[in-house]
Nanobody
Framework: VQLQASGGGLVQAGGSLRLSCAASGGTFRNYDMAWFRQESGKEREFVSCIRRSGGRTYYTESVKGRFTISRDNAKNTVYLQVNSLKSEDTAVYYC??????????????????WGQGTLVTVSS
């Protein structure tokens, strides 16, 4: 499956963005979909995941209550609504598709398909 991320940009602290990731070439509904982010010089970190079965969602602690992940299987698209942005949210955001077991959804190595990344810059 091929992934195309979009929606990043420059936003002031406290602002919002909606990131999108469109999938093609595979059976979208069969994949867990996740967002990771990577700050310059740091390792890629897990942000959120939405499961392929049941649509249950998971978040890293620092974004709970501010970010919302969702998916539209009819449009083969996953979204990440990011609200109340902080300067520490500045990063390149990557969408990923995989089939990890629940205990491993935060492990980037278990996602075999990645989008190209979209840059979110939060100015303070």
């Amino acid at each position: 499956v091929q992934l195309q991320a979009s929606g990043g940009g420059l936003v002031q602290a406290g602002g919002s963005l909606r990131l999108s990731c469109a999938a093609s070439g595979g059976t979208f509904r069969n994949y867990d979909m996740a967002w990771f982010r990577q700050e310059s010089g740091k390792e890629r970190e897990f942000v959120s995941c939405i499961r392929r079965s049941g649509g249950r969602t998971y978040y890293t602690e620092s974004v709970k209550g501010r970010f919302t992940i969702s998916r539209d299987n009819a449009k083969n698209t996953v979204y990440l609504q990011v609200n109340s942005l902080k300067s520490e949210d500045t990063a390149v955001y990557y969408c990923a598709a995989g089939q990890p077991v629940l205990s491993s959804i935060r492990d980037s190595r278990l996602y075999g398909h990645w989008g190209q990344g979209t840059l979110v810059t939060v100015s303070s």
